[in-house]
């Protein structure tokens, strides 16, 4: 029996994430904001601001994890290694658990913050090399394999009702073309189980300026979807599964820390030598219970025929459309001894050719989930408006607003970038106003 391709075997199991390109004169569209009441009260909360730094090199440090203790309550610093932490005032007496791959870990009595302007620093982890025979495994690929195969002993395997905040931007170059945000509710399935998750939309607010987009009106399918599909425990089939494990290479890189607890880091690559679509990046994997705490990724995008085939589903046929970046990211968090999905970031880029035309175009296409909050729940969909993985967000958001907007929910401090052209939308908003 002959062997299927790397390529077929990926086939409808790539990323549900495709750009949608659409041909036309549009041009910016004032609008306002779309306002839902939250499906339950909400505590009175306090808001604390800050950033955190290597205490090292004072670098701001991406992706710090940061959990009001003995709560599911938790958000992440953005990529300036900036937070924003909405604290219910019953929580005010406890104290934060700051916690980042490679650092110590570090406690905080959340008391002790100012509102803004607080500077957190983390230590790098001194960290022994460790290669030992763990569970009996004897090599990386056997490490992975025991790892995607314990998901019934260190996963949660009950029934959560998640809230998560999601952010969608699209870049022109270097310039904020359009920006959604939403608040969702993850209905998230057992880990052993082969149901697939519900999302639910609770808030949402958006912005496209489609006169930077040069006459194409760009969207992202998949949305939400995208970013919990990266959770690859859950779907392994959409990078690792059965089928298509033998097609990579694993070896140990250096070992590193998680709240002081010794990770395994395992590097993977194609076997093949061609330039067939498959991915290459790492995994961390805890050592005392072999679960996946992150994985960072790319796929080969280098067949740009095989490529864009992946990702882009529709576009005018005057125009060429490939993919120049598709990186991933995957975070779990631990509770009461079992894992489960954090947060997931997807970055895209697309060069833009209009035939006979000079210069092409660039595009950059991110999208990111993080878990702020989940409770073990039977509850189905039945609170916002239910989605299809087929979603396209920007046609569900409408409108930007002021920050009272988002109520007490957690989100992710925007970047500077993002900051400033939120800023400009307020603007517009009050000049069209008055």
């Avoid at 569209?29 to 601001?49: I, S």
Wanted: glycine share 4%; hydrophobic share 35%; with cysteine.
């Amino acid at each position: 029996m002959k062997k299927e391709t790397p390529y077929k075997l990926l086939g409808l199991k790539s990323y549900v994430l495709t750009l949608l390109m659409f041909i036309g004169t549009l041009s910016y569209t004032k609008t306002y904001a779309f306002f839902q009441e939250p499906v339950q009260d909400m505590l009175a909360t306090k808001v604390f601001k800050g950033s955190i730094f290597d205490s090292n090199t004072k670098e701001p440090l991406a992706y710090v994890d940061i959990n009001i203790s003995d709560t599911n309550i938790r958000t992440i610093t953005n990529n300036e290694g900036e937070f924003i932490l909405k604290v219910p005032t019953i929580h005010l007496n406890k104290t934060i658990k700051i916690s980042l791959l490679g650092y110590a870990k570090g406690d905080i009595a959340i008391a002790s913050l100012k509102e803004d302007g607080n500077k957190i620093y983390l230590n790098v982890s001194i960290t022994q090399l460790s290669y030992v025979n763990v569970y009996g495994v004897k090599n990386a690929e056997a490490l992975v394999k025991a790892t995607l195969n314990r998901k019934r002993d260190f996963y949660d395997n009950e029934k959560n009702k998640m809230t998560a905040f999601y952010r969608e931007t699209i870049k022109k170059r270097h310039k904020n073309a359009s920006l959604s945000e939403a608040v969702l509710t993850i209905y998230k399935q057992p880990y052993i189980n082969f149901k697939h998750d519900d999302v639910s939309l609770l808030k949402s607010r958006k912005n496209t300026d489609y006169s930077k987009l040069d006459t194409l009106a760009l969207k992202l399918q998949g949305g939400p979807f995208s970013a919990l599909y990266t959770d690859m425990i859950k779907y392994p089939e959409y990078v690792f599964d059965s089928n298509n494990l033998s097609d990579y290479d694993f070896a140990f890189d250096e070992s590193t820390q998680l709240n002081n607890r010794l990770v395994y880091v395992v590097n993977f690559k194609p076997k093949v030598k061609d330039n067939v679509p498959l991915y290459h990046g790492k995994l961390y994997i805890d050592s005392q219970t072999l679960a996946l705490t992150s994985a960072v990724y790319t796929l080969n995008i280098s067949n740009r025929e095989l490529a864009s085939k992946m990702f882009v589903k529709k576009k005018p046929k005057k125009v060429d459309v490939y993919p120049t970046l598709a990186s991933y990211r995957v975070d779990y968090r631990a509770r009461n001894g079992k894992w489960y999905y954090g947060y997931g970031k997807i970055e895209l880029t697309f060069k833009v050719n209009w035939k006979h035309k000079l210069f092409n175009n660039v595009y950059s296409l991110n999208c990111e989930m993080a878990i702020t909050d989940w409770e073990v729940s039977d509850e189905t969909s039945n609170t916002g408006e239910k989605l299809k993985p087929s979603v396209i967000l920007t046609d569900k958001a409408s409108g930007f607003s002021d920050p009272e907007f988002w109520g007490e929910y957690n989100i992710i401090e925007p970047e500077k970038s993002i900051e400033t052209a939120i800023k400009k939308i307020i603007k517009q908003l009050e000049r069209a106003e008055s």
